[in-house]
């Protein structure tokens, strides 16, 4: 599922909606930060994303995708506390399959933003192949920074992004 929502997102004529006219980096390749932000978390072993929720394959193959676009580290939480990742790695990138945790995805989010505190960097993103109603607006409010849908969900189309 990953690999078809991050290679999908990539592809002409998908649209992104975004309320705030800022630009955004490309979701479906995050490009790792520049070592020269001073703000960036850069742990002992480099730039870390952190895949959740996702099965092994999927994780794997996530973690190619990942590494390809030049991120140093990949971590899963592999049946782990993501919590106690975050509190041990410095992480710049959070993608979740809500798709396997959507019954807490929004109150993980709430609770990673809480611990990662206010002036943190990290990017969250949320990946579902369907979305129900009202769980985006639920996932955005808890903080992640994309929504991405396959089918389905509050708004019309092949593909959701919203955007804070």
């Known amino acids: 599922m990953l690999r078809a929502i991050l290679n999908s997102a990539s592809k002409p004529g998908l649209q992104a909606s975004a309320p705030t006219p800022r630009p955004r980096p ?7 930060p520049q070592p020269a932000t001073p703000s960036s978390r ?3 072993h480099g730039f870390a994303a952190l895949l959740v929720g996702f099965p092994q394959s999927e994780a794997e193959a996530g973690a190619a995708i990942l590494r ?5 580290r990949v971590l899963t939480d592999g049946g782990r506390n993501v919590l106690r990742i975050i509190e041990r790695e410095p992480v710049e ?3 979740i399959d809500v798709d396997h945790c959507d019954d807490y995805a929004p109150r993980l ?5 809480r611990d990662m505190g206010a002036d943190t960097q990290t990017r969250i993103i949320a990946l579902a192949m369907i979305l129900p109603d009202g769980l985006s607006r639920q996932l955005r409010d808890a903080g ?3 929504v ?10 092949d593909w959701i992004a919203n955007l804070p």
């Open 26 to 32: 490309s979701v479906a390749l995050p490009k790792r």
């Open 42 to 44: 850069r742990g002992p």
């Open 68 to 72: 390809a676009a030049g991120w140093d």
């Open 93 to 95: 990138l959070v993608v």
């Open 109 to 113: 989010i709430a609770d990673m933003r």
């Open 144 to 146: 992640a920074h994309q």
């Open 148 to 157: 991405l849908s396959k089918r389905g969900g509050e708004q019309s189309g």
